[in-house]
C-alpha cells in the first residue's frame, strides 16, 4: 500500500527511497513519545459550513466528529468536532488529545479572511515607477478571470475585485535589478524609510509587502527593505515576494505578497491561539498544516505562509480521494464533491495530481503551488429557474445556501432549488433527512415547483423535474469534461470518487454519460478532506528559477539543486527525520522554446542527474507535452528550455494501516428498510425502486438498481441495469465495466 | 424542441468553442495569442452563417462567416471530410493579411453539416514590415502573402506545397508554422467535438436546436431593439495616418426592431494603410453590437439578421482593390467599432429600461507598435507591446469606466508583464503606470490609460527597432457620453538622447521617472520604423475611457480621490470638474468649488459675460 501523499508522490519519484517498503510503523522526530500511550493521530478539516475530525489509531476503525464551523474564531469549532469525535469513544477531549501524538489540520481561516475582507490594513512597497502593477492586473485580466460565460459577455456589468490595499497605501522606492539578477540600481534606503514611516504613520498599516522586479532572481534590494521595516517599524507584519513567490511575473508576484501579508498576521495568530487552546486541553504534540499543495508543514513553519493555506481543504480532499485510490489499486480517479452550493473536481492521474496554473483566490490572482481543483456553482441548494424571456431552464449558479435552503427545508426558502427536484422526484427519503434530524416538506416543493417551473414550462411535474435533473447532470457533466478530456484525459479510463451531499445522488447518471470504470462512494465521504489530512505527509516546497537549455550539461543542475538539497535536509532533520523517512523529488518545469507553457516534468532518473537522467527528463516532458496539449502541439524544432527547478522534500509520518473486513454474501435483503417511486433515467419516467439504510448493508452485499440508498450524511442512487455492492472497506461501488 | 434538450445542446456549442480557444492558446506559443487574446474562434451552420460565436476578437465572428461562405462558393462540389482551407484576403473576407483564417468543414456521415472557423494574428505575413502592421505599404500586393481561398489540409493530410509556400514568404517561418499548427490542432478540436455532440444527440435534434438557436437570438434582439427608443444616432471619429487625417462618419437609425448602420459621408478611401474592407466595416461594427446590446443573447446569425449596413464603395469603410489595409483593426475598424459604440450606447442612455447598459467609448486608439531585431539572447525577436491590449473602460451611467480594464471589442484580454517582456527583448521599462488625466472627465470619469517608458538594455547591436502604426495622437478617440468628455489622445514620443551636442546629454536618463525626466530631444512618431538605439527611450501614452455625465456634477470628494492617487492632476480638478482643493491639496475647499462651478455654468450660458 502506497502512503504517500506527496503531491507528485506515488510512483517511484526516487527510488532510493522507493525501494524501501513505506515504514508504517517506523518511528521519527513526532514520535518519540510512548506509542502504546500516545495512539492516535488527529485529524481536523474546517470548512465553511463544517468543521471535520477524524481519529485514528493502528487497528481500529475511523472515529468521525462533525461540528459547526464557527467564524471567525474557528478554533472553537475545531474543538467541538473534536468533542464530538471523542464522545463516541467514550472519552473526555482531554483525554483524547493526551493520548494523541499528532495533530493534523487544515483551516479556510484564510480564504474566510479575504472573503470577509477582515485581514490587516496592509502597504506596499515596490519599484518605483511600478506602482500600478498589483491595481492594473495586467489589463482586464484581473476583471474576467475565473469569470463565467455570462460575465465575460456583458463587460458594462463587470468590474474588477475592491484591491485588498488601498492605493494610498503603495509606494515606490528607487531601486532596479535586470532580467540577469544584476543590480542596475541600489536600493534608496532614505526613500525606503520614508516610505515605510508613510505607510505605518499616515496610512496606519499593520502589514507592509515587499516586490521589486526580478527579486526573484536577486532578492538583496527587498531583504534591505525588510531591514529597513523592521528597524522602523518592529510591529510590522512583513512578506517578501522572493520569499513568498520566487517566480517571474510581478503582477502575480506582487499580488501573493499582498495577499500574504493582509491575512498573514491574522492567519499566524490564528495558529498560535489553536496551539495554545489545544495545549490547553492536554495535546503536546505538533500542530501539522495543510497546504493548498497537499502537502504538511508544522505550524510554525506555516504560520509565515498564509496563501499555502487557500484551498487546503479541497485539496485535503483531493488527497484523500489519492489515499483511498491507492489503497483500492485505482491510480486513476476523478474526485467530484458537491455540497450545498459548489461542485468541485480534482483529478489524480496515474497516481499524480494537477497544479494549478493560474490560481485565484476570491479572484485575486496569487501564485503557489496548489492542486488543480475547479468548480462551479452547481449544489443541492442551487436555485432552478427559467429564463423569462425564453422560458429555457437553468440550474444556479446562485444558491439558496443553507440558510434558508432548499423550500423543502421549510426554513423559509421560497426559490426551488435542485434539492427540491431531487425530493419530487423521489431521491430522498422525506422522513430520514440527514439520519432523521430532519423532515422534508414535500408538498411545499411540490407548489413551489408547479408555480414556478413546471407550470411556465407546460409540462408535468415530474417530467420538467426530470429535465432539470438532466440538466444539472449535464453540467456536472461538461465540468469533468473540461478538467479530463479538454487536457488529454480519458474519463473512460478513471474511477469516480463521488463525496459530498449530493454528488452520490447524481453519479450514477452523469459518470455513466462520461463513462467511467467505476463508481466509489467512499466510506469516508462526508470527512474526506479530514481523512486527506491523515493521509498527507509533511512536504517541503523550494525551488529556484533560471533558464537553461534542455542538452544542459547535468552538473550544471545538479548545482542547482545542491543548495536546495541541502536545506531541505536541515529542515527535515530539524523536524526530527531519519534520512530513511525523507523522500527528496525533483521536477523541472520544461517548454518548447518561443511556447510559453510550461510542464511540471519529474525527474525518474538517477540523482543527482547524469546524462540518462536528462535524457529520460526530455523524453517524459515530450510525452506529457502532447498528452496534455494534443498531438502535433510539440514544437520541437526550436530546441527544449528548462525555466524552473523545483524540489519536493516530503517526509513520512506514521499512520496505521485501514483493516479491510471480510466479505460476506451477495443478498443485501437486511438492509432494505422500503420501496418507493423515484426517477429511472434508461426508463425516462418513475418507477419502483428498493430503499436500503447503508447502516446495516454489509461488505460483500449486491443491491441491484434502480435503488436508493441512505447513508447518515448523503443518499446514494442506483440506477435501473446497475449494481452496487459494498466492498470491504465500507465503500459503496457501482462498477460499468 | 424541448427546452431541457435545447439548453443543453446550447452549453455543449459554447464549450466546444471554447474547448478549441483553450486548444489554440496551447499550441500557439506568441504573446500576442496568449497574452492579447487576439485571437477567434466560432462555429457556422452548413451554409456558413454564424452558428455560435466565441469569445475572441469579436469583429472577427461575420468576417470568418463569410470566409466560409467564399470557400463554399469557390469549391463548391469539391469540399471534403478532413479538409482545412486558409483565406486572408481582406478583398475576400478577412480583415488584414495577418490574421489568417482557417475553416474546416464538418461532415456528419458524408453530409456537410456545420463550419469551424479559427484565426490568430500570426508573427509575420511576409509584409513590407516586420509583424504584419505594415505603415509603408503602399497597396494590397506589399501587404504580403494573400489568398482568396486555399485548401491547407486535404482529407486530413497537410498540403506540405502550400505550408512550404506561406512559410518561404513570411519573417520567422518557425513561429508562423507553430500558428498555423496552433490552428488546425483548434479546428480538429471543434470538429471532433461537434460530432460528438451529433453522435449523443442526432444530427436531425442537433440541427433543429441550432435553428432555434439562431431563430431565438433573432427574436429576442428584435424585442430588445423594439423595447428601445425609435431615433438617430450619430457619430464621428478622426484617424489620423501620417499627416493626413480621415473621417469615419456613422448614422445609426433605430426603427421598430430593425437597426441601420450608415457610414455615408465617411472619407474617401486612403492613401495609408489605415482603410478596410465592407467585411471588415461588418465584423467592426459588430464587435461593440454583440457585448451592448446582446449579452444575454447567443452570438449567431441570428443577431444578424435584424442588422443593415450601408458603406459607400471607394470609402475608407470599404475600400477597393488594390488599397492597402495592413493597419486596419486599428484603424478604420476601429474606429468603426468606436463610432458603434458611441451611437450604441447614445440610444441605450435615451432608454429608461436599458440605460444602465450604456457606455461610453472604451480604449478606442490601439497602438500597434511591433518591436524587432536580435534579442540578448542572440535570437531574432518580432513582438506587438501587448500593453495595447489592457485598454481602459469607457465611463456608465452608474460608475465610472474601469481604469485599465480591457476593450469591448475583445473581451477577455490581457497585458503581459515587464519581466515577460524583458526577458525576450533587449529593453528595460523605466515606468508602467496609470497616466494622469487620461480618463475622460465626466460626472462617471472615463477609466484610465496608462505610459510607459522603454530603453535599449543588452542588446548586442546597441538597440533594437520598432514599426509604429499608431494613431489617436492628435484628436481624442474615445468619446465621451451624455456630455462626458472624450479619454485623453495617445502620445508616442521618440526620446533621441544620443546626440554629443545636446545640451542635457550629460543628465542620465536611466531611472527616469516620467517623460518630464528625460531631457532628450523629444519628438512625436506614429508612422513608419524608427530606431531604439543606444540612449534613446520610447515613451507611449494611451487613451483612457471616453466620460459620461457633467463633470461639473462630479462629486468633488470623489475628485479629491482621484487626486491623491495621480488619476486626475489638480489642474483638470479646478478647470475641468470645477474643483477647488486647499493649499496643499488635501481637502476641498467647498465653498470655494461651489463658486467655482457656478461661474462655469454661468461661463457655458454668456461666455462673452465672463470674457
Known sequence: MKRRGSVRGGSGLNEEVQLKPAPIHARNGFMNADATEKRFIVATDVGGTCTDTVVVAPGEAFIMGKALSTPPDFAGGVLDSIAVAARQMDLSVEALLARTHLFMHGSTVVDNTLLTRSGAPTGLITTGGFEDTVFVTRGAYGRWAGQPEDWIKHPVASDRPVPLISEDAVCGVPERVDYKGEILLPLDEAETERAVRHLVGDRQVEAIAIAFLWSFYNADNERRARDIVQRVAPDAYVTLSSDIAPVPGEYERSSTAVINAYAGRLASGYLTDLKAQLAGQGYEGPVMVMQGYGGLLPSQEAADRAVGMIECGPAAGVIGAKALGDLMGDADVIAADMGGTTFKVGVIQNGEIEYAREPLVDRYHYVAPKIEVVSIGAGGGSIVSLDPRTNVPRVGPHSAGADPGPVCYGRGGTEVTLTDVFTLIGYMDPDIFLDGAMTLDIAAARTAFETQVAGPLGLPVEEAAFGIFRIASAQVTDLIHEITVERGLDPRDYVLHAFGGSCPILASSFAAELNVKRIVVPYTASVNCALGLVSADIVHEYSVTTTLPGDTDPERINALYAPLIEKARAQLAAEGFDEADTALDWSIDLRYARQVHEVTTPVYGRKPVDAAALKGLIDDFEALYERKYGKGSAYREAGIEMTLFRLSASGRLQRPDIEPLPLEGPDAGHARIGRREIFVDARDGMAPADIYDFTEIRPGNEIAGPAVVHTPITTIVVQDGQRARMDELRNIVIDFR | ?611
Not at chain 2, 236 to 265: H, I, N, P, S
Request: some cysteine.
Open chain 2, 1 to 611: 424542441m424541448d427546452p431541457i434538450t435545447f439548453s443543453i445542446i446550447r452549453h455543449r456549442l459554447f464549450r466546444i468553442v471554447d474547448e478549441a480557444v483553450i486548444t489554440l492558446k496551447h499550441v500557439s506559443g506568441s504573446a500576442i495569442t496568449n497574452e492579447g487574446h487576439d485571437l477567434m474562434v466560432s462555429l457556422y451552420r452548413a451554409d456558413g452563417s454564424l452558428l455560435m460565436g466565441g469569445v475572441g476578437f469579436l469583429h472577427h465572428l461575420t468576417s470568418a462567416a463569410e470566409a466560409c461562405k467564399a470557400i463554399i462558393r469557390r469549391f463548391e462540389g469539391d469540399i471534403n471530410e478532413g479538409d482545412i482551407f486558409l483565406l486572408n484576403d481582406p478583398y475576400t473576407a478577412a480583415l488584414h493579411t495577418s490574421d489568417i483564417y482557417l475553416v474546416s468543414p464538418i461532415h456528419h456521415d458524408g453530409r456537410l453539416v456545420a463550419w469551424s472557423a479559427c484565426f490568430v494574428h500570426v508573427y509575420d505575413i511576409g509584409a513590407m514590415n516586420p509583424g504584419g502592421f505594415a505603415p509603408d505599404a503602399q497597396d494590397i500586393y506589399t501587404e504580403g502573402f494573400s489568398s482568396p481561398g486555399i485548401r491547407l489540409v486535404e482529407k486530413g493530410a497537410l498540403r506540405q506545397d502550400v505550408m512550404d509556400t506561406l512559410l518561404n514568404m513570411v519573417r520567422s517561418p518557425e513561429m508562423v508554422s507553430l500558428d498555423m499548427r496552433s490552428m488546425i490542432a483548434c479546428n480538429n478540436v471543434a470538429r471532433d467535438r461537434m460530432l460528438s455532440l451529433i453522435g449523443k444527440y442526432g444530427y436531425d435534434t442537433v440541427d433543429a436546436a441550432c435553428q432555434e438557436l439562431i431563430d431565438q437570438s433573432e427574436d429576442l434582439l428584435r424585442q430588445r431593439l423594439a423595447e428601445l427608443p425609435d431615433g438617430q444616432w450619430q457619430s464621428r471619429q478622426y484617424l489620423e495616418a501620417k499627416d493626413e487625417v480621415y473621417e469615419v462618419f456613422l448614422t445609426m437609425t433605430k426603427k421598430g426592431d430593425e437597426l441601420v448602420f450608415d457610414f455615408t459621408g465617411s472619407s474617401p478611401q486612403a492613401a495609408y494603410s489605415v482603410n478596410c474592407t465592407k467585411w471588415a466595416s461588418l465584423g467592426g461594427l459588430f464587435a461593440p453590437l454583440f457585448p451592448l446590446l446582446c449579452y444575454d443573447i447567443t452570438w449567431n446569425e441570428g443577431v444578424i439578421r435584424p442588422i443593415e449596413m450601408i458603406a459607400p464603395e471607394g470609402t475608407i469603410v470599404n475600400c477597393t482593390r488594390p488599397a492597402p489595409v495592413s493597419v486596419a483593426t486599428v484603424g478604420a475598424i476601429q474606429s468603426v467599432n468606436n463610432a458603434a459604440c458611441s451611437t450604441i450606447g447614445k440610444m441605450l442612455e435615451s432608454s429608461g429600461k436599458y440605460r444602465g447598459e450604456a457606455t461610453a467609448v472604451w480604449h478606442a486608439n490601439h497602438f500597434a507598435i511591433f518591436k524587432f531585431g536580435r534579442n540578448q539572447h542572440g535570437g531574432e525577436a518580432i513582438g506587438i507591446f501587448t500593453e495595447t491590449f489592457a485598454g481602459s473602460g469607457g465611463a456608465r451611467t452608474f460608475a465610472d469606466g474601469i481604469d485599465v480594464g480591457g476593450e469591448i471589442p475583445n473581451p477577455i484580454s490581457r497585458m503581459a508583464n515587464v519581466e515577460t517582456v524583458e526577458a525576450g527583448f533587449p529593453i528595460r521599462y523605466l515606468f508602467r503606470r496609470r497616466m494622469t488625466d487620461s480618463g475622460g472627465p465626466g460626472k462617471y470619469r472615463g477609466g484610465a490609460g496608462m505610459e510607459f517608458a522603454v530603453m535599449p538594455h543588452d542588446s548586442p547591436d546597441g538597440g533594437i527597432h520598432y514599426v509604429i502604426s499608431g494613431k489617436g495622437a492628435d484628436f481624442p478617440m474615445s468619446d465621451g457620453l451624455a456630455g462626458g468628455y472624450p479619454g485623453a489622445p495617445n502620445s508616442y514620443v521618440w526620446v533621441r538622447n544620443n546626440d554629443a551636442e545636446q545640451a542635457n546629454k550629460n543628465v542620465d536618463t536611466r531611472f527616469a521617472q516620467s517623460l518630464d525626466d528625460m531631457p532628450g530631444e523629444q519628438e512625436s512618431v506614429t508612422w513608419g520604423v524608427f530606431p531604439l538605439m543606444g540612449e534613446d527611450a520610447l515613451y507611449v501614452g494611451w487613451n483612457g475611457g471616453g466620460g459620461y455625465g457633467d463633470p461639473l456634477e462630479r462629486d468633488p470628494e470623489t475628485v479629491l480621490e482621484d487626486c491623491r492617487t495621480g488619476v486626475v492632476s489638480a489642474r483638470s480638478a479646478r478647470d475641468v470638474y470645477g474643483v477647488v482643493l486647499d493649499g496643499d491639496g488635501g481637502t476641498v475647499d467647498a465653498a470655494a468649488t461651489e463658486a467655482l462651478r457656478r461661474s462655469m455654468y454661468a461661463e457655458r450660458l454668456y461666455p462673452e459675460a465672463a470674457e
